[in-house]
């Protein structure tokens, strides 16, 4: 298995353009997820996807976008590039148990890809 | 108050050292505790799991819960430059983690 893999390792860009980031597990989790690390600030959940066809946001969305059409693959749109999204970006996955009767599930372990550094300017 | 704190460190301590890594939290709502580690340019790893107060022990490492006080502990034992990492707390009631900070540890050999 080749886990959570992420592309491009790096990327450079201008202010205003997009560009999208690649994600893709291996594992066949149901739950995957975006997150921006920044220096100091640990890790801060962008989107979430609780399995193909089905997003939402986290705590950091805005300037972000998502979609999940396979189980598989998970991309992170930047639409409008700015300078506040350099950053170092995680895809990660696990498989989550569902709340029952409206109450919370519970994630197993989450698995990592090596992440996306991002740089604009 | 943010929900999760953590000593962003830098932590350095001589090889063979006992580390202590340290987090708190606020909302009593969280029940599962997990320490991931991160090595530089690498993404997090997990390296403790747990759901209960007290102690779970796994080889050098033990991770200890004091829900009544809302503090979470990562021990190490006999450290190793090997451990020389980012050690990041992440603590849940649902499907989503919240994390700590981060502690960057230095193993000086």
Not at chain 1, 42 to 51: E, P
Not at chain 2, 87 to 95: H, K, M, P
Request: charged content about 15%.
């Amino acid at each position: 298995n080749a886990g959570v893999t992420q592309t491009p390792k790096f990327r450079i860009l201008k202010i205003g353009q997009s560009m999208t980031l690649q994600c893709a597990q291996d594992m066949n989790h149901n739950y995957m997820y975006w997150y921006r690390q920044d220096p100091g600030m640990g890790l801060k959940l962008i989107y979430y996807s609780v399995g193909a066809g089905i997003t939402d946001k986290g705590e950091v969305p805005n300037g972000y976008n998502v979609s999940r059409s396979t189980t598989e693959d998970f991309p992170l749109r930047l639409e409008l590039a700015a300078p506040s999204q350099t950053s170092v970006y995680f895809c990660a996955s696990s498989f989550a148990y569902l709340g029952t009767s409206g109450g919370p599930g519970r994630s197993e372990t989450q698995y990592f890809g090596p992440g996306t550094r991002l740089l604009v300017l | 108050q943010k929900e999760v704190e953590q000593d962003p460190g830098p932590l350095s301590v001589p090889e063979g050292a006992i580390v202590s890594l340290n987090c708190t939290y606020s909302n009593s709502a969280f029940q599962y505790f997990m320490w991931y580690r991160q090595y530089s340019r690498k993404g997090p790893e997990l390296l403790m799991y747990t759901y209960s107060s007290g102690n779970k022990e796994d080889g050098r490492f033990t991770a200890q819960v004091d829900k009544s006080s809302k503090y979470i502990s990562l021990f190490i034992r006999d450290s190793q430059p090997s451990d020389s990492a980012t050690y990041l707390c992440a603590i849940t009631s649902n499907e989503k983690l919240t994390f700590g900070t981060g502690t960057r540890l230095t193993i000086i050999p």
